[in-house]
């Protein structure tokens, strides 16, 4: 079985509004490749796809060894999707969709060994942060408030096997400042992100 990590990323610039009152435009941008460059790690030896519309991430999956798949003006659902058809037609059986700020992402390999669909919620199980499903699969995204409900509805709908994995480290991404104040995290970001040194922009 072929599988791929594919990762969608924001512009670095507009990332992680919510933490403006901890970290200024530079840092919030900062904070968002470093926390991708993470990710992008997880995935050892799986061949990694990045879905961008920005020109200065499109260079930087470059850099880090991913190759951009160009989904402008799509959305992150619709580049979700494209994303995965490019890597249909590119010959891959599976594909591991994660997002970009999971910070304690250590591996993501193991979940291109499952067969049919697996799942692992956010902290809060609202979000989906990591999405593993084959390529054939004709899977509708809900990426956004309740996605994780909203993907174990799908996947009952196409009549999937469906694994929920829990991960506490997978789980736990970075939106607000409670989320980068988690001591876990704090224990690894550089440290003009640590809480007791970042200043309100």
């Known amino acids: 079985m072929r599988a791929g990590v594919l990762i969608p990323v924001k512009a670095f ?23 991708a460059e993470r990710v992008v790690t997880s995935a050892e030896s799986l061949p990694v796809f990045v879905v961008c519309d920005d020109e200065e991430v499109r260079s930087w ?28 037609t590119q010959g891959f059986d599976r594909v591991v969709v ?20 697996t799942l692992v919620a956010d902290t809060r199980r609202d979000g989906t942060n990591v ?11 809900h990426y956004g408030a309740g996605s994780f409900q909203a993907h174990l509805h799908e996947a009952h709908l196409l009549g999937a096997e469906l694994h929920v994995e829990h991960d506490d480290a997978l789980a736990l991404d970075v939106d607000t400042p ?9 224990e690894i970001v550089p440290p003009w992100a640590q809480t007791s040194q970042a200043n309100p922009s």
Do not use: C, Y
């Open 13 to 35: 610039s507009a990332a992680k509004l919510r933490l403006s009152e901890v970290l200024d435009a530079e840092h919030r941008g900062a904070l968002s490749r470093w926390m």
């Open 61 to 88: 999956a470059t850099i880090v060894g991913a190759t951009a798949l160009w989904t402008p003006r799509l959305g992150l659902n619709a580049a979700v999707g494209s994303g995965v058809a490019q890597l249909a």
């Open 98 to 117: 994660a997002h970009s700020d999971l910070p304690l992402a250590t591996t993501l390999k193991h979940f291109a060994d499952h067969d049919g669909i």
């Open 131 to 141: 999405l593993a499903l084959s390529t054939a699969l004709a899977f509708e995204f």
């Open 178 to 186: 409670a989320d980068l104040a988690d001591p876990r995290i704090q």
